[in-house]
């Protein structure tokens, strides 16, 4: 069984970073597909960054060029960097893995069947 554990999470000023983990404990080497999720207050659960096997990624278009999904398979930790943050990037992220290719990786992917950890909570203030 796959679990998912983040850590990182935080509050920091606008303007600052933050690293988030994402420790799974299988392997990553061949997860087909993870992503970052963030869920904002009052809206609905969005995708932030997704990482195939690969290591291809695709970003949401509000976190393009600040945040950066990454991965170590030896670790079997995923990681997103987060800088230049904004208050509106507050919100509970999440990641999420899946091992099944039925669908292409990429922030279009809901995700909803796949294993994700439990969040971690980020707060930007201004």
């Known amino acids: 069984e796959v679990r998912l554990l983040e850590s990182g999470g935080g509050s920091a000023q606008a303007g600052g970073s933050l690293r988030l983990s994402c420790a799974a404990s299988v392997s990553i080497h061949s997860m087909y597909c993870m992503a970052w999720f963030r869920h904002l207050p009052g809206k609905l659960r969005e995708a932030v960054a997704t990482?195939?096997?690969?290591?291809?990624?695709t970003y949401a278009d509000p976190v393009k060029g600040r945040f950066t999904i990454s991965k170590d398979d030896a670790k079997n930790t995923l990681y997103l960097q987060m800088n230049n943050l904004k208050p509106e990037d507050t919100a509970v992220y999440y990641c999420?893995?899946?091992?099944?290719?039925?669908?292409?990786?990429?922030?279009?992917?809901?995700?909803?069947?796949?294993?994700w950890g439990q969040g971690t909570q980020v707060t930007v203030s201004s």
């Open positions: 999420a893995a899946d091992s099944r290719s039925y669908m292409s990786c990429g922030v279009q992917r809901s995700m909803a069947d796949a294993r």
């Open positions: 990482i195939t096997s690969t290591a291809a990624t």
